[in-house]
């Protein structure tokens, strides 16, 4: 799951990473990917950290999941009550918004 807003999951405020990340590095992911332990990519949060789903921020990992031909999960929509994620904008959780990522990847 990714972005990790403020290193926990948003519905259920558990540790997403040991150091707490918002973000794992790319180099990381990567690796990952390589040895078999990532063989998709979900759920992507993007709209809990304020952010579209064709914000650049993003890019770097979809680029990693056409390359090695990995499926994405993408969560559309809102968020219940509780979320834990002061920075969540849900308006973009629109599945509309999908349009630019599609069409790049």
Known sequence: MFPCPNGKVP????????????????NWVEQQITEGMINYFGEI?????????SDSLLF????????????????????GPDHGSPDIKMEMGKPLL???VL???
């Open 11 to 26: 519905y259920s405020l558990q540790p997403c990473y040991s150091n707490g990340e918002t973000w794992r590095a790319v």
């Open 98 to 100: 999908m349009k630019a």
């Open 60 to 79: 770097t990992y979809y680029r990693l999941a056409q390359k090695y031909n990995l499926p994405v999960g993408i969560h559309t929509g809102g968020a």
């Open 103 to 105: 069409t790049l990847f």
């Open 45 to 53: 949060l993007y709209q809990y950290c304020g952010i579209s789903p």
